[in-house]
């Protein structure tokens, strides 16, 4: 069962470029998280917000949260080539739960 | 840091073989799990486990049992592999609920 959706499915952009990505959910969630996977790798832990934050900042990453829209966004500000991978959003659910549901993540390409 | 450590990167099996992934964390995390990866489908969960001989099915755990034996290892077994088992598996940790996974590099395995 697939909870969450992130849009794009992919994005290219040049180095020094912002980046925005969504992730829309279908269920109330506890928090959600947001992911990176470099190619062929596992994936890395980036950010964790809780149903009752609405924003959360992380060095070069902003993760929006808005629980009325069921939605959530990424941003990477001033983005590199190193952040060139798939990036994921996981929901955990309101049961607790201790398992998440991952979306089908965005491919970002930076250009340097 | 907290290591999640699979196994083996690459895996090269025969129709019908038992066999083992291995997955080892050493920060004493309570609960850990056993994703697939392909293509276009995301993360799919298969088992995970939130303490030492527990083990719940997550949303796909046909063809597939675990088990751990000890805290700190939970090993995915496929009990006769089909070519419908080549995937990437992914092996998580977390320390509680809602402080977010710690995976490992994954192990690609392919059923010929």
């Known amino acids: 069962s697939q909870q969450g959706e992130e849009d794009p499915q992919a994005l290219s952009i040049q180095e020094g470029e912002n980046a925005t990505m969504n992730c829309s959910y279908k269920t109330s969630i506890n928090n959600l998280q947001w992911y990176r996977q470099n190619s062929g790798r596992g994936l890395v832990h980036l950010i964790l917000i809780r149903s009752n934050e609405r924003e959360k900042h992380s060095g070069r990453l902003r993760v929006t949260l808005d629980t009325s829209k069921k939605s959530s966004s990424l941003l990477i500000t001033a983005s590199r080539a190193a952040d060139t991978a798939s990036y994921f959003c996981?929901?955990?659910?309101?049961?607790?739960?201790?398992?998440?549901?991952f979306g089908t993540g965005t491919r970002l390409k930076v250009l340097a | 840091d907290v290591k999640v450590t699979q196994s083996s990167r690459y895996l090269v099996k025969r129709t019908g073989e038992k066999v083992f992934l291995e997955c080892v964390q050493d920060?004493?995390?309570?609960?850990m799990f056993w994703y697939r990866q392909d293509p276009g489908l995301g993360l799919r969960l298969i088992y995970f486990?939130?303490?030492?001989?527990?083990?719940e099915k997550g949303d796909i755990p046909e063809g597939y049992s675990v088990s751990r034996e000890k805290k700190e290892r939970f090993s995915l077994i496929l009990e006769s592999a089909s070519t419908n088992q080549t995937s990437m598996y992914l092996c998580a940790s977390e320390q509680g609920a809602s402080y977010g996974y710690t995976f490992g590099s994954g192990t690609r395995l392919t059923v010929v």
């Open positions: 920060m004493d995390h309570e609960n």
């Open positions: 996981a929901t955990s659910g309101l049961s607790g739960t201790y398992k998440y549901i």
């Open positions: 486990s939130y303490d030492v001989k527990m083990k």
